[in-house]
């Protein structure tokens, strides 16, 4: 598999990415992560690192620029910023669109935590692109009105434990018009740091893909 680094422009603004592709790929899931998080969340890293292996081509974005990231250490003023995360994250979906290793291919988007709502924000934004969506531990209430506007199926991956995002995932059924589904994981919390837990993520997110990225 091929690896880069690539830019993404939105707006004056650039963002980083890292790009994994293969001559062969089945679809590329572009990945969006949580609160405090990058690019280089370990969490993510797993879960993209096995997708990859899978035969699938990935891209892990930096949602923020490095002053960004910064301020929002010291005041979390951006993490929350949902419409802010959308639009990059939305910028990522065109970057795909016109690179020529990824413009051919079907689009999944891995959201977690925050990034979850910009996901579903950004699937309802690009419904010609975006395949499927998968939420992991997922702020799916923070994208309101969008999901029903959600073109692409959508699993929810909680842990059983993590009662909020639990009621959140199960509400968010009630508006999505297309198929939905929330696997919980046993006694996991948000995090997935329980052994064996984020193994079962990165198994159910494979098989949504496989069954829906490339077959459009």
């Given at each position: 598999?091929?690896?880069?680094?690539?830019?993404?422009?939105?707006?004056?603004?650039?963002?980083?990415?890292?790009?994994t592709?293969?001559p062969?790929?089945?679809?590329?899931?572009?990945?969006?992560?949580?609160?405090?998080?990058?690019?280089?969340?370990?969490?993510?890293?797993?879960?993209?690192?096995?997708?990859?292996?899978?035969?699938?081509?990935?891209?892990?974005?930096?949602?923020?620029?490095?002053?960004?990231?910064?301020?929002?250490?010291?005041?979390?003023?951006?993490?929350?910023?949902?419409?802010?995360?959308?639009?990059?994250?939305?910028?990522?979906?065109?970057?795909?669109?016109?690179?020529?290793?990824?413009a051919?291919?079907?689009?999944?988007?891995?959201?977690?935590?925050?990034?979850?709502?910009?996901?579903?924000?950004?699937?309802?934004?690009?419904?010609?692109?975006?395949?499927?969506?998968?939420?992991?531990?997922?702020?799916?209430?923070?994208?309101?009105?969008?999901?029903?506007?959600?073109?692409?199926?959508v699993?929810?991956?909680?842990?059983?434990?993590?009662?909020?995002?639990?009621?959140?995932?199960?509400?968010?059924?009630?508006?999505?018009?297309?198929?939905?589904?929330?696997?919980?994981?046993?006694?996991?919390?948000?995090?997935?740091?329980?052994?064996?837990?984020?193994?079962?993520?990165?198994?159910?997110?494979?098989?949504?893909?496989?069954?829906?990225?490339?077959?459009?």
């Amino acid at each position: 598999m091929d690896v880069r680094t690539v830019a993404v422009r939105e707006g004056g603004t650039e963002i980083a990415g890292d790009l994994t592709a293969g001559p062969e790929a089945a679809g590329v899931v572009l990945f969006a992560h949580g609160s405090g998080s990058s690019r280089h969340s370990p969490r993510n890293r797993q879960v993209a690192d096995s997708l990859a292996k899978a035969g699938f081509a990935t891209l892990l974005v930096d949602l923020l620029t490095e002053d960004e990231e910064r301020a929002d250490q010291a005041d979390g003023r951006h993490r929350f910023d949902i419409d802010l995360l959308t639009r990059r994250l939305t910028a990522a979906v065109d970057w795909l669109a016109n690179d020529p290793a990824t413009a051919a291919l079907d689009v999944g988007l891995f959201g977690a935590s925050t990034g979850a709502a910009a996901a579903l924000r950004t699937a309802a934004q690009r419904p010609e692109r975006v395949a499927a969506v998968v939420s992991r531990g997922g702020r799916v209430d923070l994208a309101g009105d969008a999901l029903e506007e959600v073109a692409a199926p959508v699993l929810m991956i909680a842990g059983s434990a993590d009662e909020p995002i639990v009621r959140a995932s199960f509400a968010a059924t009630e508006k999505l018009h297309v198929q939905s589904e929330v696997h919980l994981v046993p006694d996991a919390t948000h995090l997935f740091e329980e052994p064996g837990a984020l193994e079962q993520v990165t198994g159910a997110a494979m098989t949504w893909f496989r069954d829906r990225l490339g077959t459009r």
